[in-house]
């Protein structure tokens, strides 16, 4: 059965563990080597103290496949990190958990936008986050010279 919460802190080690695969798979695309130490992630811990982010865990069959890191920016929300275990992707568990996000940001009322960004050279997350209702919105950034497609969705 799949579960969509906030995550409890402890969750948190758990959590850490599926980051660090996540980071080792954006290693495929932005060439960047992540150190599999402790907490190389300096926003990591943060989602659990601060006030304006909130962290997600994706349960399946009482274990944690995936997260989805949400950022109050003041003028938006940011899903700043989403990631599901290989195994567990094309079943709609990632869809439920951000259906679920959006709707957790809607009933919060602050905002009525959520934004995601994604590496250009990303292509299956790029199909991922349209099929969920978010938008190209034209603007690009950059993150370690790798261009990132800024997309949104309405809430």
């Keep these: 059965m799949l579960r969509i919460e906030i995550a409890p802190d402890e969750l948190r080690e758990k959590i850490w563990q ?54 109050d920016t003041g003028v938006c929300f940011k899903i700043t990190d989403f990631y599901v275990h290989p195994l567990h992707r094309r079943r709609g568990f990632g869809k439920t958990a951000v259906d679920f996000v959006k709707e957790w940001c809607t009933s919060a009322g602050r905002h009525r936008i959520i934004a995601a960004n994604v590496y250009v050279n990303n292509l299956p997350a790029i199909h991922f986050w349209r099929s969920v209702g978010f938008c190209d919105t034209g603007r690009r950034t950059r993150v370690k010279g790798i261009r990132l497609i800024e997309m949104e969705c309405k809430l």
Excluded: M
């Excluded at 060439?31 to 304006?52: L, M, N, S």
């Design 18 to 71: 599926l980051f660090l695969d996540y980071a080792t798979e954006l290693s495929t695309l932005d060439g960047e080597v992540r150190p599999r130490v402790k907490r190389h992630y300096e926003y990591f811990d943060r989602f659990w103290e601060d006030a304006d982010r909130t962290p997600f865990a994706i349960i399946y069959d009482h274990e944690p496949i995936g997260f989805c890191f949400l950022q």
